[in-house]
């Protein structure tokens, strides 16, 4: 597991949000790995400004398989979040990254990051797969599927259930 914290601060809200990476901030590369800046499409619009305005509190938690099979290595993924959070103009409390057994839909990224926060708080999960709802269901936190229709429908003011 990975864990790149951008503040180390401790606030008095009471509020965690989870945000997967590939699929809900940017665009997921279908059968393969984002492995450069350059592949990174952001999704609009950004979620991740839209959680920090409820809490400090929000964690990127995404799969990054791609380390264990040698495909990136630790540096290169910075440099690819940094250019996304500089394309989305915020960056997360922290970003959590499991690289080998600890993939979702384990929880030990929720863990790490409760541990983080130090105290209960209400939790929210938005992701783009199963996967990603069994991690959620399975730490007890209400979840959001993010689908394609999700944006349009959030712009247009429009929501379907089950979304």
């Known amino acids: 597991m990975y864990i790149r914290e951008f503040n180390d601060k401790h606030y008095t809200t009471n509020r ?35 959680a920090l305005e409820v809490t400090p509190y929000v964690f990127v938690v995404s799969n990054q398989r791609c380390i264990q099979k040698g495909l990136l290595t630790i540096p290169k993924l910075d440099e690819i979040d940094d250019y996304l959070w500089e394309q989305i103009g915020a960056r997360p409390y922290a970003v959590i990254y499991a690289t080998n057994a600890d993939c979702k839909p384990s929880t030990n990224m929720i863990y790490e990051a409760r541990e983080m926060v130090g105290k209960k708080c209400a939790e929210m999960f938005f992701g783009d797969s199963e996967c990603d709802r069994e991690c959620a269901e399975s730490a007890g936190i209400p979840f959001i599927m993010i689908s394609g229709d999700f944006w349009s429908d959030f712009q247009e003011g429009r929501f379907k259930s089950g979304v």
Do not use: T, W
């Open 16 to 50: 965690i949000i989870y945000l997967d990476r590939d699929g809900v901030l940017n665009e997921k590369i279908e059968g393969g790995y984002v492995l450069e800046p350059s592949q990174i499409v952001v999704r609009q619009p950004s979620l991740l400004k839209m």
